[in-house]
């Protein structure tokens, strides 16, 4: 039943049932459009599952977590080439790695004959001669509490002090962190520092990554996801729309040692502490994230 709503998933509107699916698409303004390709790769993953309903296929939501290897990836990729009549890459689900990105993909591929169809990109402005470089949006994390570029710049107009006591949200065993004593190893004698709230927030699904291997990554690579997020979004970009853009990602990141080394690790967490540590990973995570080329 599935594999015959596969085929029928673009058929609204088409008024010749031996119509390809470029003429049906053609029919279409552009929500019935992508609304039609949404239910083809709904379906058409649904079938390579081997799921009863297309009904729990979220489109936003990774292949790999959908439960996709190399072998389903090539056959989705073989339905999907033959109901399109599309030449489509071997590699489409990794360099497309969600539902909804394929969609992306396939609707620049198939535009409709009434109203072209291109994909998603960034306008970008040929920017003036004095101007090469252009900050359009920022976001950030700093002690003090300050989560955005405005409340840092309250912070350093009222002149407010950002140091403060140790957080108890990190796992550290406070009793044996603090002694007097500067010369005592293994503790400090401090007990203020600066520190960012809220570090251990992270909202792993939203970024396609499973909760061990966020536990296992450096918070410098998690706030790098959240903060790339922000300042595309405060400089009203839809992220979703830089996928498949020649968009580069510059990462500036401390190595700081966390979590456990290699041969001590839990063994749930020994297969992500290595992505999950290596400083050269982050713009790699982010360029992951959004689709970038």
Known sequence: ALAGATRRA????????????????????????????????????????????????????????LGFDSLTSVELRNRLSTVTGLQLPATLVFDHPTPA?????????????????????????????????????MACRYPGGVGNPEELWELLASGTDAIGEFPTDRGWRMERLYDPRPEHAGTTYAREAGFITGATDFDAAFFGISPREATAMDPQQRLLLETAWESIER???????????????????????????????????????????TTSVASGRIAYVLGLE
């Open 10 to 65: 673009v058929t609204a509107g088409a008024g010749d049932a031996g119509a390809t699916l470029v003429d049906r698409l053609a029919d279409l303004d552009a929500d019935e459009r992508r609304a039609a390709l949404e239910d083809l790769l709904r379906t058409t993953v649904a079938v390579v599952l081997g799921h009863a309903t297309a009904e729990s296929i979220q489109l936003g939501r990774a292949f790999r977590d």
């Open 101 to 137: 990105a394929v969609v992306g993909y396939l609707t620049g591929r198939l535009p409709g004959r009434a109203e072209q169809a291109t994909p998603a990109r960034l306008a970008v402005r040929a920017p003036a001669a004095d101007e090469p470089i252009a900050i359009v949006g």
């Open 235 to 277: 400089a009203g970009i839809d992220p979703t729309t830089l996928r498949g853009t020649a968009t580069g990602v510059f990462t500036g990141l401390a190595f700081d040692e966390y979590g456990p080394r290699m041969h001590e690790a839990p063994e749930a967490y020994e297969g992500f502490l290595l992505t999950g540590n």
